[in-house]
């Protein structure tokens, strides 16, 4: 009975384990940074000139690869399958949008690439806002198809200044002022 016992108390703290990981691993939330930076480096403001859009996300990979499984039915082995990690970028790419809010027009953006780093898949964007535009829309929906309780914080960061958005739930364009 005392082995019984043991055995018991052993396997309920393995299970208390397996379930203790499982929660702090569902963190559920990504990360965008945009840097906007003069295109000519010469101190002009992104409002006088056209301006160099520089987008990095970081993501999760167990979440990024279960997204890949989910929602493009594909191999998910973001770490060494480069398929895998080019239709993971393009996803990325299609689910984060920049905005003229002004006119509704999109903000055309470069799919560089990624690159896997300390668990964590990163995709890299670029591209150039026009001259004048001192508000900005983003749209922020990675991983949201699959994971409904995720959260996309966006920093977007021009001068010496940093403001955030927060999508949780709700993908629509929010609008901040860059001037």
Known sequence: MRRFALV?????????ACLGSAAAHEQAAGF??????AAQGDGVGCLLQVCRVEVAHRLVIHDAESTL??????????????AAQRKFEAYVAERFTLLDPATSEAIPLILIGGEVERGYY?????????AGLDVLAVSQSVLMDAIPRQTNRVN?????EIKTLVFH????????RIR
């Open 69 to 82: 499984m989910e929602v493009l039915g594909a191999r998910a082995d973001l770490v060494s399958d480069r």
């Open 8 to 16: 018991l108390a052993a396997l309920w703290t393995s299970l208390s």
């Open 122 to 130: 990163w995709v890299y964007q670029e591209g150039l806002l026009p």
């Open 169 to 176: 739930r709700d993908p629509s364009p929010q609008t901040l």
């Open 32 to 37: 965008t940074e945009v840097r906007l930076a």
């Open 156 to 160: 977007v960061r021009f001068d010496d």
